[in-house]
């Protein structure tokens, strides 16, 4: 169980363009997602925590309106990063929880390169 | 704001040995989590403690929530190949539901 997939898995673009990153809970409804950003040989870094229906809360010193993020259902979250540039190269990761548990439960990454 | 304080930052490992690493904060946690990551994957739970004291195993790993709250260790018993990679520790922050992560222990197979 505590199944969370990521699409695409890698992913490479030109500057200036759009790009959608979808993460799924696929055996649970999930009230949280989280989106971390992690940079090679470092730790991981929450960009911002989004719950089922309401906006999502952004971490200091992230832009809300580059990396727009969806939870539409219990499933499903979005990140989008528009008009990625090459800075925004970097492995994207989100997660899942449930409310009243603080575990969370991790997609495989999506490895964004942007030209 | 919290911090998690793993080490060591990384270690070589040989087939057979046992291995450790732990985790400090200076503020109490009520929940502790370890991860192992694997080069371009997303991070796997390995083992989740809720009570101080506790000890848990999860096949060769083995993780106690120490009696202060401000501490876990996690051992390896009998290291395979496929033990390499990034172990986090993990609690939950002050506020909300968000993490907070150790910078991690690379662990590598020794030449």
């Known amino acids: 169980g505590a199944v969370v997939s990521q699409h695409p898995s890698r992913v490479i673009c030109k500057s200036g363009t759009s790009v959608k990153i979808e993460c799924r809970s696929l055996?649970?409804?999930?009230?949280?997602m989280f989106w971390y950003r992690q940079f090679p040989k470092q730790s991981l870094m929450l960009m911002a925590t989004?719950?089922?229906?309401?906006?999502?809360?952004?971490e200091q010193g992230v832009e809300k309106d580059k990396f727009l993020i969806n939870h539409a259902s219990l499933t499903l979250s979005t990140l989008t990063v528009t008009s990625a540039h090459p800075e925004d190269s970097s492995f994207y990761i989100c997660?899942?929880?449930?409310?009243?548990?603080?575990?969370?439960?991790f997609g495989p990454g999506t490895r964004l390169l942007v030209l | 704001g919290q911090q998690l304080n793993q080490s060591p930052q990384s270690m070589f490992i040989q087939e057979g040995e046992d291995v450790s690493m732990n985790c400090t904060s200076s503020?109490?946690?009520?929940?502790w989590l370890w991860y192992k990551q694997d080069p371009g994957e997303g991070p796997v739970l390995l083992i989740a403690?809720?009570?101080?004291?506790e000890l848990t195993s999860n096949g060769r790993l083995t993780a106690q929530f120490g009696i202060t709250r401000k501490d876990s260790f996690l051992n390896i018993s009998a290291s395979i190949p496929s033990d390499v990679g990034i172990y986090f520790c993990?609690?939950?922050?002050?506020?909300?539901?968000?993490?907070?992560f150790g910078g991690g222990t690379r662990v590598l197979v020794k030449p």
């Open positions: 997660s899942a929880g449930t409310s009243g548990d603080e575990t969370q439960y």
């Open positions: 989004s719950n089922e229906g309401s906006k999502a809360t952004y």
């Open positions: 503020s109490i946690f009520n929940t």
């Open positions: 993990a609690g939950p922050a002050a506020a909300g539901n968000k993490l907070t």
């Open positions: 403690l809720y009570k101080a004291g």
């Open positions: 055996d649970f409804q999930a009230t949280t």
